[in-house]
């Protein structure tokens, strides 16, 4: 795959719809070209794998659950506790591999990026290692992307950062996990405007 321009970075990084909502991170930056897709699964840590792993047995289970009808409605419940605690246990695991000294907090996140300020500049195009720690035990993903922008604000950098170099079902996990938060979000406002 050939290196993408700037201007087609910044295209791709508005390819998905952004959630404006802070999740932890890790971005270390790398020397050399982006990584190839076989490089990013040789790299991806084993915890990453098992989470992303049980993400998707977890689903499968629970759909083919659906079928049964409502005998199974307090099978799927118990289910439903048991991958729970499994999750508990993943998020456990999974905040092992957050380095304190390459952490910082999105301002906003999608499927196709992340935005975050730093104390530091970064170059365009450069590439980093990234691991997204999503909110409410929604999962991690480990990948590679490259840095479309870099503006001063407030004595920060705000970077924008292209998520280049994903697994397709990564990528899935962090749209469900973007909509999910905009649920949430719209839930919180409607609250808010019933209450006022």
């Known amino acids: 795959m050939k290196e993408l321009t700037i201007e087609q970075l910044a295209d791709a990084y508005e390819d998905y719809f952004s959630v404006e909502h802070g999740i932890?991170?890790?971005?270390?930056p790398i020397a050399g070209a982006l990584p190839t897709a076989g490089e990013l699964v040789a790299a991806i840590p084993p915890p990453f794998l098992l989470a992303s792993d049980v993400n998707s047995l977890n689903g499968s289970a629970l759909r083919s659950l659906n079928r049964l009808g409502e005998l199974a409605d307090e099978l799927a419940n118990y289910l439903q506790?048991?991958?729970r605690k499994i999750d508990l246990l993943l998020h456990y695991v999974l905040k092992q591999q957050d380095n304190p000294s390459e952490r910082f907090t999105t301002q906003s996140y999608s499927g196709s990026g992340c935005c975050y300020l730093a104390n530091a500049p970064l170059a365009p195009l450069q590439t980093l290692e990234?691991?997204?720690f999503l909110a409410n035990n929604d999962g991690a993903v480990f990948c590679y992307g490259q840095?479309?922008?870099c503006e001063s604000v407030a004595e920060k950098w705000q970077i924008k950062v292209v998520l280049s170099?994903?697994?397709d079902e990564d990528r899935e996990l962090i749209v469900r996990a973007s909509l999910h938060q905009q649920s949430r979000l719209l839930k919180q406002k409607a609250e808010q405007r019933q209450q006022t």
């Open 147 to 149: 840095v479309v922008s």
């Open 165 to 167: 170099r994903i697994r």
């Open 130 to 132: 990234l691991k997204l």
């Open 81 to 83: 506790q048991q991958a």
């Open 24 to 28: 932890s991170i890790n971005a270390k």
